[in-house]
């Protein structure tokens, strides 16, 4: 749909047809994500024009930045308080996405969320079709209310297991991006403090429950790779610390 609505434009343009200004700031309000290899992004935009920024770009987080947002015929400018600011022309589907672009042609585009999943999130998630679909591979992950994150599970790749026992991290949640710390010895070493991922919930996927779909970008030699994980809710967790058994 953006690529024809693209095509429209640049058929207007080239026809020399009179460019009718459209206010699109009421259609603006809401909530905003852009995921891609190496940058994501939620703005959170209110009705007078003000938005806040949270998001990582090549590993770097930023949390909460506030800023403006104006349009002005199909221009788009974002003025930040730490003068990180953006300007280009944009188009919109009203409701689905917008998608802005620089002066060299280069384009971000951003999904509409309608729900933020934040609560949605919370609680204990099981995967055990992991994102590279090998062997053996059983990834338990349990979000709490005050933004921690436990991991417990083995990863496999290739001739290597890599077991996880309760990693503990801290996360975000705006709209459908969930930003997740990356423990500090692997951020030591790799220069990259958080990564983003995208939320696909499903409330009563299967007869056993909750879906939660993640979809991710991974890092392949010069590229990025993208993957997904199904996890499924966990409805009763038991509390089995402490206890003794015999086999």
Known sequence: ALVAMLGFSSCSEDCDHEFIEVDYSKDLVGTWTCLTA????ALVIKADGSV??????????WDGVKGSIKTTNNKMTLLFEENDNYEGRFEMICGEAFTIFDENGKHLTYRYCANDLADEVLGMWVCNDGPQNNENEVIIRTYDKN???????????????NP???????YKVVGDLVFKEFPKDIADKTGITHNAERLIYT????????????????????????LRSSYLRINQSLDLAGQKYDY
Do not use: Q, R
């Not at 806040?52 to 987080?61: A, D, F, L, M, R």
């Not at 890092?219 to 990025?224: A, C, E, K, M, R």
């Open 164 to 170: 996880i026992l309760n990693s503990e991290a801290n």
């Open 147 to 161: 933004g921690k994150v436990i991991t417990t599970g083995v990863y496999t790749g290739g001739d290597n297991t």
């Open 52 to 61: 806040v920024s949270t998001g990582v770009e090549n590993g770097e987080y």
């Open 203 to 226: 409330p009563k996927a299967t007869a056993s429950g909750d879906i939660m779909t993640i979809l991710f970008y991974l890092p392949v030699g010069d590229s990025n790779v993208e």
């Open 38 to 41: 190496d940058y994501a992004e």
